[in-house]
C-alpha cells in the first residue's frame, strides 16, 4: 500500500481547526466560569441583603409629595413640611429642600428603634444630592445632631456622641453616606465608622458612659431645630436606620446597587458611573 503524505497545505487546515475547536472550549469554559461567578456573586449579595433586612428597624423611601413621611418597615412616620417631590432619585420618587424652611420631622422612641442596648450598635445610612457645596446642613439628626449625618462646608460628616468626616463632596452630584458603631470589647471600646460612596472615611474609638443621641426626639431631615441656619439644601432619598453595626462589605453593597439604579434609570452620566466604579474597586482592592 502506498503510503499518503500529507501537504504543507493540509497541515495547515488542520491546525486551524484545532485553534478553532480549542478557542470554542475555552470560551464555553470562560462562560461556565463567568456563570459560576455571577451565580456566586448573587447569592453573597442576597445573603448581606437577607442579614441587613434582620436588623433594619426603619426605612424612609421619602417617596410623597406632602404631608406624612411614611415608614415603609416600622411605625415612625414623620411630617413633612414645605419639601418637594422630584424624580431625580436613586429609586422611584425622593424629596427635595430648599435649604430655608424644608424639613421632615420624626417622633421615635428608643422603644421605637429597639437598640439591643441604650448605646447602640446602630448604623445610619442614606443618599443625598447637595445643591450647595458650602454651608452647615442637616441631612439627617437627632435635636442637637448627637446622632446623625451633615454638611459643613464641602465635607460631610458623622456624629455619633463624637463626628467623624466622611469625605469630601461637590454639588449636584448623588452621594452615599453610612455612619456606623458597635462594641467589639464593650462600651469603653466603641468603634464609629463612616463610609461615602463605599469607601471607607474617618473613625473614632472612644467609651460611651451615657446615651448618645437615641431618646433625643425628634429627628429631623433637612433641619436641626437646636441651632439656627443648619437647615440643608438639596435632595434626600432611602433613609435607613440599623440597629447593628454594618459592615464594609454590606455598604459596598448597597452602594453597589443604588449606583446602578442610578446609571439604569438614566440620572447618572456613564462617564461618572466609569469613575465611580473605579473609585470603588481601587478602594477594594487596597484593602
Avoid at 497541515?11 to 478553532?20: A, C, F, K, Q, R
Avoid at 437577607?50 to 412616620?77: F, H, I, P
Avoid at 452615599?176 to 461615602?196: C, D, E, F
Avoid at 459592615?247 to 449606583?259: M, P
Amino acid at each position: 500500500m502506498k503510503n499518503k503524505s500529507f501537504t504543507l497545505i493540509e497541515i495547515l487546515v488542520v491546525i486551524v481547526v484545532i485553534g478553532i475547536l480549542s478557542s470554542f472550549i475555552l470560551v464555553g469554559m470562560s462562560s461556565i466560569t463567568s456563570g459560576a461567578n455571577i451565580a456566586k456573586g448573587k447569592a453573597f449579595a442576597n445573603s448581606l441583603r437577607n442579614s441587613l433586612l434582620m436588623n433594619l428597624v426603619s426605612e424612609w423611601k421619602l417617596e410623597e409629595a406632602s404631608g406624612t413621611s411614611y415608614d415603609s418597615w416600622n411605625q415612625n412616620n414623620g411630617t413633612i413640611t414645605g419639601a418637594t417631590t422630584t424624580t431625580d432619585c436613586v429609586s422611584g420618587s425622593c424629596l427635595s429642600f430648599n435649604g430655608i424652611d424644608n424639613r421632615i420631622s420624626y417622633s421615635i422612641s428608643f422603644a421605637d428603634i429597639k437598640f439591643s442596648t441604650i448605646h447602640g450598635p446602630s448604623t445610619l445610612e442614606l443618599w443625598f444630592k447637595p445643591s450647595l457645596s458650602s454651608g452647615s446642613g442637616r441631612i439627617f439628626s437627632d435635636n442637637c445632631t448627637e446622632w446623625g449625618i451633615y454638611q459643613s462646608g464641602n465635607i460631610v460628616y458623622g456624629a455619633i456622641y463624637t463626628s467623624v468626616a466622611l469625605g469630601e463632596f461637590t454639588s449636584q452630584k448623588w452621594y452615599h453616606a453610612v455612619v456606623s458603631h458597635y462594641h467589639p470589647t464593650g462600651l469603653t471600646n466603641t468603634v464609629i465608622k463612616s463610609y461615602l460612596n463605599g469607601i471607607a472615611g474617618g473613625e473614632a474609638v472612644l467609651t460611651i458612659t451615657t446615651q448618645n443621641g437615641y431618646l433625643d426626639s425628634p429627628y429631623y431631615v433637612a433641619d436641626d431645630a437646636c441651632y439656627a441656619g443648619c437647615e440643608f439644601a438639596g435632595i434626600v432619598d432611602e433613609i435607613k436606620i440599623y440597629n447593628n453595626g454594618l459592615s464594609i462589605s454590606q455598604v459596598e453593597n448597597n452602594y453597589y446597587g443604588g449606583l446602578n439604579r442610578l446609571f439604569v434609570n438614566n440620572k447618572m452620566e456613564l462617564v461618572e458611573y466609569g469613575q465611580r466604579m473605579g473609585e470603588l474597586e481601587k478602594s477594594m482592592v487596597g484593602k
